[in-house]
Nanobody, 126 residues
Framework: QVQLVESGGGSVQSGGSLRLTCAAS????????MGWFRQAPGNEREFVAA????????KYTDSVKGRFTISRDNDKNTVYLQMNNLKPEDTAVYYC???????????????????WGQGTQVTVSS
């Protein structure tokens, strides 16, 4: 069973940057599309970004396009989320997620996620 562990969260001021890292243990990530979700207090969990198995395709929710970049290094078994120009509305717990084996990037939707990390807090102050 592949375990996902996020790191890199923290507190920054509006306009700042953070890079989240999702490290996998207990297996390889190369067979899975991967993604990030987030949940702000009082809100439902929402999709942020996804990357295909080979990293050739990425997807983003509209509110982060042009500011966030998802990437992966299959040799290091790691997925990243580079977050630039952060805004207070980006404040949330961010979760790394894994799709099903050999799944398409379009499978990175909340109802079809195979595994979730424990989450890392991102706080952006104005």
């Amino acid at each position: 069973q592949v375990q996902l562990v996020e790191s890199g969260g923290g507190s920054v001021q509006s306009g700042g940057s953070l890079r989240l890292t999702c490290a996998a243990s207990g297996g390889t990530l190369e067979r899975y599309a991967m993604g990030w979700f987030r949940q702000a207090p009082g809100n439902e969990r929402e999709f942020v970004a996804a990357v295909s198995m080979t990293a050739k395709t990425t997807k983003y929710t509209d509110s982060v396009k042009g500011r966030f970049t998802i990437s992966r290094d299959n040799d290091k078994n790691t997925v990243y989320l580079q977050m630039n120009n952060l805004k207070p509305e980006d404040t949330a717990v961010y979760y790394c997620v894994r799709g099903h084996p050999w799944g398409h990037i379009d499978g990175i939707v909340q109802s079809e996620i195979a595994s979730w990390g424990q989450g890392t807090q991102v706080t952006v102050s104005s």
